[in-house]
């Protein structure tokens, strides 16, 4: 069992950037698939990035391709998302999410609380 605590979140301008991390308990999160997700107001919650537990192989949702980087320090528990050119479109909560078996946009078992991103036009 994994249990995660996203932070970085806050309040940026648009064309800023932002790094949030997603800190993980547990000896094994090094085995664990990794993906972020995000949900605005009044929508649906969307896939955002994903990384493998070697951090290796790497899938991006076509709205942040280029401008968003998933990354992982397994020797430290903990996955980052970087996220530059920020847009007031990416406003949402931000939640990271792990898994042994799924990958990319897959269902995944264990939920951070989130962390909220704003970007102000």
């Known amino acids: 069992q994994v249990q995660l605590v996203e932070s970085g979140g806050g309040l940026v301008q648009a064309g800023g950037s932002l790094r949030l991390s997603c800190a993980a308990s547990g000896r094994t999160f090094s085995s664990y698939t990794t993906g972020w997700f995000r949900q605005a107001p009044g929508k649906e919650r969307e896939f955002v990035a994903g990384?493998?537990?070697?951090?290796?192989?790497?899938v991006y949702a076509d709205s942040v391709k280029g401008r968003f980087t998933i990354s992982r320090d397994n020797a430290k528990n903990t996955v980052y998302l970087q996220m530059n050119s920020l847009k007031p479109e990416d406003t949402a909560v931000y939640y990271c999410a792990a898994d042994l078996t799924t990958w990319g946009r897959g269902s995944y078992d264990y939920w951070g609380q989130g962390t909220q991103v704003t970007v102000s036009s």
């Open positions: 990384i493998s537990w070697s951090g290796i192989n790497t």
